[in-house]
């Protein structure tokens, strides 16, 4: 009896918690010549402000990031490189490929 008590409290508690997937956006670097930049910091400034590193393929991943405008530096060893204009709505980034001229 008591264990159903129990088990019936953490259903009615259970029925109040909401899950929400976070969106995960995806972007890409890569130098004036096309290739995958590697382990590039990739920072992103606006509403709120991220920090991603890419893999070999150039790939970046932000997790669940603020809808708006931002400044994206990329920043490989002593080289940095600045773009204005990126925008991030509905877990979709504009544009999701940045060329460096490195």
Known sequence: MKS??????MA??????????????????????GVPQN????Q???PGKYLSITRADGEFYLEDPEDGNYKVIVISG?????FHG???VKGEI?????????
């Open 4 to 9: 159903l008590r129990i088990l019936s409290v």
């Open 12 to 33: 009615f508690l259970l029925s109040f918690i909401t899950i929400t997937a976070l969106a995960e956006i995806t972007g890409r670097v890569v130098g004036r010549n």
């Open 39 to 42: 382990s590039v910091q990739v």
């Open 44 to 46: 992103f400034h606006g």
């Open 78 to 82: 002593g080289r940095q490189h600045i």
């Open 86 to 88: 990126a925008v991030i």
């Open 94 to 102: 504009k544009p999701n490929e940045f060329v460096v001229p490195w």
